[in-house]
């Protein structure tokens, strides 16, 4: 069997089009609701991502800025500019790219964000509230897989999913979206990681296995049940002198293996990255709509 490819670069272009009666509504209110990225230092990577959160509000006639800072930047004064973003009328969601230099600690960062515009959903507020189900704000990832998954019909209810990665921004909260009870949710959840013994078993009881460990190629064909719905959160760039810009981005699973065997997979690039963008906007509408000036 070859997999369906879920075509993530659609459904965020779904999910910005149903974005667009709720930003007309609030520009009759005089609203335009506004986005704005810090970025710390010069990570392409990051460069590439916040550039591209700009663009998209941009397409929506959505407001946005991107406060670029150098990778010197102190703690103290990466707090204040969060406190002017805070107090910022024009600002209705706003977020701090990861990752940030190590003098920076970026979990005492995140508190000093106002919950109200946290569209990242990292406020240890919000992630209590995601955590008893009344998330209003939802980490844009975890909750992209989710909308994924949704968008083709795929049910989570009663499934095991095997959740490979347990970081803050994806691991942790998709297998909590994953594991409440609700419309697709109600899934029976197993988070593994790096110290997992029999991670191959693990991931092979997986109906959905979801990969979001940073490591090229690291989901293997023998590691994968047949049918499986497979979404792949990884980015990497490896390098590709045959390409123009000298890299090659793949994912954490062996896409072309995996592909074989999944009844679902999404490929990289093109499958969760677009959905990032999409719900960070539709965060940001939502909170111009909660603050509602
Ligand atoms: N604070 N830091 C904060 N919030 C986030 O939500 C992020 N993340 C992750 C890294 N740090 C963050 C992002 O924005 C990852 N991420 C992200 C956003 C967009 C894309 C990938 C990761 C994306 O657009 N990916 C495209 C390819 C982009 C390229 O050419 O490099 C894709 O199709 O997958």
Not at 118 to 147: A, E, S, W, Y
Not at 193 to 218: Q, Y
Not at 262 to 272: D, F, L, M, Q, R
């Amino acid at each position: 069997m070859s997999a369906k490819i879920i075509d993530g670069k659609e459904v965020a272009k779904s999910i910005k089009l149903s974005l667009k009666p709720r930003i007309a509504a609030l520009k009759e209110k005089g609203i335009v609701p506004g986005l704005a990225a810090v970025l710390v230092g010069d990570n392409p990577a990051s460069q590439t991502y916040v550039n591209s959160k700009a663009k998209a509000c941009d397409r929506l006639g959505m407001y946005s800025e991107v406060i670029r800072q150098p990778a010197s930047l102190s703690q103290e004064e990466l707090v204040e500019i969060i406190e002017s973003l805070n107090a910022n009328p024009k600002i209705h969601g706003f977020l701090v790219q990861s990752p940030l230099p190590e003098q920076i600690d970026e979990p005492e960062i995140t508190v000093h964000i106002s919950p109200e515009k946290d569209v990242d959903g990292f406020h240890p507020f919000n992630v209590g509230q995601m955590l008893i189900g009344r998330g209003k704000l939802l980490p844009c990832t975890p909750h992209g897989i989710i909308k994924l998954l949704e968008y083709y019909d795929i049910s989570t209810e009663g499934k095991e999913a095997v959740v490979v990665g347990r970081s803050n921004i994806v691991g942790k909260p998709v297998a909590a979206l994953l594991m409440q009870k609700g419309k697709m949710a109600n899934a029976t959840v197993t988070i593994a990681h790096s110290r997992t013994s029999n991670l191959s078993e693990v991931c092979k009881r997986a109906d959905i296995l979801i990969a979001a460990i940073g490591r090229p190629n690291f989901i293997s064909a023998d590691m994968v049940k047949e049918g499986a719905v497979v979404i792949d959160v990884g980015i990497n760039r490896v390098d590709d002198p045959d390409t123009e810009k000298g890299y090659r981005l793949v994912g954490d699973v062996d896409f072309e293996a995996v592909k074989e065997k999944a009844s679902y997979i999404t490929p990289v690039p093109g499958g969760v990255g677009p959905m990032t963008i999409a719900m960070l906007l539709s965060n940001t509408v939502t909170a111009a709509e909660n603050i509602g000036s």
